[in-house]
T-cell receptor, first 117, second 112 residues
């Protein structure tokens, strides 16, 4: 029962460094998402992928890139980290169209706490 | 574009009192609506969801929510809160293109 797995759990970067956050789900879900959570800001959608081979911008995509490597994996890349990207990052998935119920809820990973100094 | 507003950043209620957390959304079509809860240091757990049909939906932990199209609202209620309900609550709206947007959250404090 792994569900949604995110790696790493914690990461400290220096300004200008790059890194990739990994996310994998084993529920055969079609749709995958990346959110960031900051105090007082709720969860903000960075990018999402409604199906393998497609990605779309969310609310706060600047400074990030994503790759939907296959149906299971959806990675988030910071090319040049900035202190403003210090946050907790959550990956999520759900069945989505066309294989699942369109109103199906999100299944979340445990998050990655990223600090950029 | 869809949006979600949770007007109350913090709410404090006494244990045993009733609770209502407000959520207003903006979306042209019939939305999919969700409430999630996040306990300190934990991930997000689904409380309940609405997609069609009966406008009063029941969730886990004794929570319910009512969809009111005329008011663009999906408020969360509980008749009697417990100390363990202290957490942050998030309302979310989904559209048919799979985009799901969250509100900023309401932090619930419980007085003994």
């Amino acid at each position: 029962n792994a569900g949604v797995t995110q790696t790493p759990k914690f990461q400290v970067l220096k300004t200008g460094q790059s890194m990739t956050l990994q996310c994998a789900q084993d529920m055969n879900h079609n749709s995958m998402y990346w959110y960031r959570q900051d105090p007082g800001m709720g969860l903000r959608l960075i990018y999402y992928s409604a199906s393998e081979g497609t990605t779309d911008k969310g609310e706060v995509p600047n400074g990030y890139n994503v790759s939907r490597l296959n149906k299971r994996e959806f990675s988030l890349r910071l090319e040049s980290a900035a202190p403003s990207q210090t946050s907790v990052y959550f990956c999520a998935s759900r069945p989505g169209h066309p294989f699942g119920f369109a109103g199906s809820p999100l299944h979340f990973g445990n998050g990655t706490r990223l600090t950029v100094t | 574009a869809q949006s979600v507003t949770q007007p109350d950043i913090h709410i404090t209620v006494s244990e045993g009192a009733s609770l209502e957390l407000r959520c207003n959304y903006s979306y042209g079509a019939t939305p999919y609506l969700f409430w999630y809860v996040q306990s300190p240091g934990q991930g997000l757990q689904l409380l309940l969801k609405y997609f069609s049909g009966d406008t009063l939906v029941q969730g886990i932990k004794g929570f319910e929510a009512e969809f009111k199209r005329s008011q663009s609202s999906f408020n969360l209620r509980k008749p009697s809160v417990h100390w363990s309900d202290a957490a942050e609550y998030f309302c979310a709206v989904g559209e048919r293109g799979d985009k799901i947007i969250f509100g900023k959250g309401t932090r619930l404090h419980i007085l003994p």
